[in-house]
């Protein structure tokens, strides 16, 4: 006989997670499987039927889904999806999943899940109420949880951290817009620095065994991107008064090569008298799947908050 259980899925570029777990946060079965979006959802109907059928003595009641985004939260819509072929703009993957798979869910943004992950069984766990997260990995996500509740905004679209201005003048970033933080201090920020004032194509990883083995242009790269960091989290700190900032991502893989001159800008940039924590994840990659399952969770109760911006946010 099949159990009960709650399905949590987190798309990446290149790969899908999925798991299935129960309501105390334990994954019964977990998988990641090479996927590539672009060929649409009925290859990722697929991989996810595939997926159960492959552990079928769990039976889902709900899904949670993590995708970077811009997505809504409240509808599911995806908005110029940067990786995705313009055929996704404004499709509801929410209601993609909930006809295909004939249970009810709830799509959300990576990092808002990452958050909410953490929340639930990492630094939430141990007592911090209200954090920002900060994800560097290829592009840069940020989530944001206060007293213990995930702030999504009135439209879906809060804590966006990666498009935070730090320079007019500054590099491009993938959004169209200049110096982005994201135009730093994310894999993408970091190849196209690597590109322009060292001359190679070389992707973080590169990047970072470079700077280890003490090439000074690699070391100042990183540097400029713990500096664009520590603007962006201090002017969010001015804003919001967190407990902590919550670093996870690939890019935080190199936090040693940009933490000393992050904490350096940031702390100095303080209004308040009180230093939040710097803080690693204490899930790493496995945060945004807890977080989507945790989203299941609670769509199957219908606890999650319909958009307060009431028909604006449904367009
Ligand atoms: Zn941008």
């Known amino acids: 006989m099949s159990r009960p259980g709650y399905l949590a899925l987190d798309i990446g570029g290149t790969k899908v997670a999925m798991g299935?777990?129960?309501?105390?946060?334990?994954?019964?079965?977990?998988?990641?499987?090479?996927?590539?979006?672009?060929?649409?959802?009925?290859?990722?109907?697929?991989?996810?039927?595939e997926f159960l059928n492959r552990h079928s003595k769990h039976r889902p009641r709900a899904f949670g889904l993590g995708i970077c985004g811009p997505v809504s939260p409240y509808t599911g819509f995806l908005y110029n999806p940067p990786n995705l072929p313009k055929s996704w703009h404004r499709r509801s993957?929410?209601?993609?999943?909930?006809?295909?798979?004939?249970?009810?869910?709830?799509?959300?943004?990576?990092?808002?899940?990452?958050?909410?992950?953490?929340?639930?069984?990492?630094?939430?766990?141990?007592?911090?109420?209200?954090f920002m997260m900060v994800c560097p990995g290829t592009g840069l996500g940020g989530g944001l949880v206060l007293e213990s509740q995930l702030i999504r905004g009135s439209h879906g679209?809060?804590?966006?951290?990666?498009?935070?201005?730090?320079?007019?003048?500054?590099?491009?970033?993938?959004?169209?817009?200049?110096?982005?933080?994201?135009?730093?201090?994310?894999?993408?920020?970091?190849?196209?620095?690597?590109?322009?004032?060292?001359?190679?194509?070389?992707?973080?990883?590169?990047?970072?065994?470079?700077?280890?083995?003490?090439?000074?242009?690699?070391?100042?790269?990183?540097?400029?991107?713990?500096?664009?960091?520590?603007?962006?989290?201090a002017n969010a700190m001015n804003l919001l008064d967190v407990e902590a900032f919550i670093f996870g991502g690939s890019v935080t893989k190199s936090f040693s090569l940009w933490g000393p001159e992050f904490k350096r800008q940031f702390f100095a940039r303080l209004i308040s008298p009180v230093r939040p924590k710097i803080l690693i994840s204490k899930l790493g990659t496995q945060a945004g799947l807890l977080g989507a399952l945790r989203l299941a969770i609670e769509s199957s109760r219908s606890k999650v908050p319909a958009c307060p911006a009431g028909r604006q946010g449904h367009e």
């Not at 019964?28 to 996927?35: I, N, R, V």
């Not at 135009?183 to 470079?210: C, F, M, N, P, W």
């Open 20 to 49: 299935l777990g129960n309501s105390q946060g334990k994954f019964l079965a977990q998988e990641t499987c090479p996927f590539r979006f672009p060929r649409g959802p009925q290859e990722l109907l697929r991989t996810i039927r």
């Open 93 to 130: 993957l929410r209601a993609i999943l909930q006809e295909g798979l004939r249970i009810p869910g709830r799509v959300d943004n990576d990092v808002n899940l990452a958050a909410w992950g953490e929340a639930w069984k990492g630094w939430g766990a141990q007592g911090i109420k209200s």
């Open 157 to 233: 679209f809060a804590a966006e951290i990666g498009h935070a201005l730090v320079d007019p003048r500054g590099p491009k970033c993938g959004c169209g817009l200049k110096g982005c933080v994201e135009a730093y201090a994310s894999g993408t920020g970091l190849a196209k620095l690597a590109r322009r004032y060292i001359g190679q194509k070389l992707d973080g990883v590169e990047l970072h065994r470079l700077a280890l083995r003490g090439h000074r242009t690699a070391k100042k790269i990183f540097r400029e991107a713990g500096k664009a960091l520590a603007i962006t989290c």
